[in-house]
């Protein structure tokens, strides 16, 4: 069982379509997030969420929503994609908030055309 | 803010030559983290360190942190064609942290 699974792995979408990338993990943890991956490689946070709750929201255009149903689910919603939004996603766990240890899941290559 | 400073950018060596990549904050760290990733792969935890002049190895790689807790670097000795990919370190601030250096990538020629 894959213990970070995130949803689709390739995404390709035109300019102004509205888009949602899932995000699961198995490893009973309370943490989540979400990172953005340029074409640099250069890895940025964007969100954080503890049991249910952000705790951390960089500054990232509002068109990016996460979402949260449970602690073993954080989606990404993105309205309005443009072009600059193309990278790698990638959905993130650790046990707890503070210096854990990361378990990343395969990520998911956004193209914008 | 706190940043961590990564260098070099891109390290391209000889297969069985010696690698170091080598992370700076501004700030005393809590613990610092080193991840791998593969080309075409995502970032996977390779080991932390919290104390201050730790040293650590595993099999072909040295990790270490300074004694004041504000740099670290990661050797591996007589590279191999499978060390290939990206090493990031990930510093700890005393209220958490999740910024990442900006890699080091590693390519080993046969």
């Known amino acids: 069982d894959t213990a970070v699974s995130q949803t689709p792995k390739y995404l390709v979408t035109q300019m102004g379509n509205d888009k949602s990338i899932k995000c699961e993990q198995n490893?009973?943890?309370?943490?989540m997030y979400w990172y953005k991956q340029d074409s640099k490689k250069f890895l940025k946070i964007m969100f954080s969420?503890?049991?249910?709750?952000?705790?951390i929201n960089e500054t990232v255009p509002n068109r990016f929503s996460p979402k949260s149903p449970d602690k073993a689910h954080l989606n990404l919603h993105i309205n309005s994609l443009e072009l600059g939004d193309s990278a790698v996603y990638f959905c993130?766990?650790?046990?707890?908030?503070?210096?854990?240890?990361?378990?990343f899941g395969s990520g998911t290559q956004l193209s914008v055309l | 803010g706190q940043q961590v400073m990564q260098i070099p950018q891109y390290q391209h060596v000889q297969e069985g030559e010696d690698f170091t990549t080598y992370c700076n904050s501004s700030?005393?760290?809590?613990?610092i983290q080193w991840y791998k990733q593969r080309p075409g792969g995502h970032p996977v935890f390779l080991i932390q360190?919290?104390?201050?002049?730790e040293v650590k190895k595993q099999k072909r790689l040295t990790f270490q942190f300074g004694e004041a807790k504000k740099n670290s670097s990661l050797h591996i000795t007589a590279t191999q064609t499978t060390d290939v990919g990206t090493y990031f370190c990930k510093g700890g601030g005393s209220q958490g942290n999740l910024i990442f250096g900006k890699g080091t990538k590693l390519s080993v020629k046969p």
């Open positions: 490893l009973g943890h309370d943490t």
């Open positions: 969420y503890n049991n249910k709750e952000l705790i």
């Open positions: 360190l919290v104390k201050s002049g």
């Open positions: 700030t005393t760290l809590s613990n």
């Open positions: 993130a766990s650790s046990p707890g908030a503070t210096n854990e240890k990361l378990f």
